[in-house]
Nanobody
Framework: QEQLVESGGGLVQAGGSLRLSCAAS????????MGWFRQAPGKEREFVAA????????LYADSVKGRFTISRDKTWNTVILLMNSLKPEDTAVYFC?????????????????WGQGTQVTVSS
């Protein structure tokens, strides 16, 4: 079983940047694809970005493409989401997730493990 712990959320002004981290622990951490999702109040959880287990492929939601970058560290157990040019509509709780797939996936149903989430608030 995998455990995922997010960190790095906070309050930032529009146009600013934040760096989210997801630390994964478990037997299969290094061979799991990893993704970030977010959920704003009153809205469904939506896909943000995902990266393959090898780190060689990534996928982004159209709303964040060109502003956010997902990456894995060399141990493959930490996934980073670098968020630039933040907008008020990026405000949400951000969740890290892990799933067994080769290529990045955008569906929440492809993920087996989830973190508790970290709050990101972007002020205008």
């Amino acid at each position: 079983q995998e455990q995922l712990v997010e960190s790095g959320g906070g309050l930032v002004q529009a146009g600013g940047s934040l760096r989210l981290s997801c630390a994964a622990s478990g037997r299969t951490s290094s061979t799991s694809g990893m993704g970030w999702f977010r959920q704003a109040p009153g809205k469904e959880r939506e896909f943000v970005a995902a990266i393959s287990w090898s780190g060689g492929a990534s996928l982004y939601a159209d709303s964040v493409k060109g502003r956010f970058t997902i990456s894995r560290d060399k141990t493959w157990n930490t996934v980073i989401l670098l968020m630039n040019s933040l907008k008020p509509e990026d405000t949400a709780v951000y969740f890290c997730a892990a799933g067994k797939y080769m290529l990045p996936r955008a569906s929440r149903y492809d993920y087996d493990y989830w973190g508790q989430g970290t709050q990101v608030t972007v002020s205008s």
